[in-house]
């Protein structure tokens, strides 16, 4: 997923760092089910919360895709996914991010339930 194009052209910056738009975003993820469950005014995250998801609107629908962590405002998923009412539990296909970019650096995710109990890190471009 990403917002706009990254391609280099003059201007070039020091060090030969290329110019986007401050709201350029591109994340590399993961197609996969998500489950939630429904906890008062939000849905969580059931495996690994502290990696984001990417949820896209019902076909058909102009909307703009919903990028969260830990858990989802039921509101949102409601007018997200077309539903008149919240359930308990829900399973919708979504993104696991593995990595998500902006002009300030890039952040990577990992899964907690790995063996070697890696965590994801983060690193902001040099100058």
Not at 17 to 29: E, N, P, W, Y
């Amino acid at each position: 997923m990403v917002t706009g194009m990254a391609i280099r052209l003059p201007p070039f910056t020091h060090a030969g760092q290329s110019v986007l738009d401050d709201a350029f975003f591109q994340a590399l993820t993961i197609a996969e089910w998500v489950d939630l469950v429904r906890m008062d005014d939000a849905y969580l995250l059931i495996d690994n919360p502290d990696i984001p998801r990417i949820l896209l609107p019902q076909e058909g629908e102009a909307r703009t895709p919903t990028f969260g962590r830990v858990g989802f405002p039921v509101e949102r998923l409601q007018r997200l996914l077309g539903l008149d009412e919240g359930p308990p539990r829900l399973r919708i296909l979504g993104f696991r991010v593995l990595s998500a970019c902006n002009p300030r650096g890039c952040e990577y995710f990992r899964s907690t339930s790995r063996s070697d109990g890696a965590k994801g890190g983060h690193f902001a471009p040099s100058n």
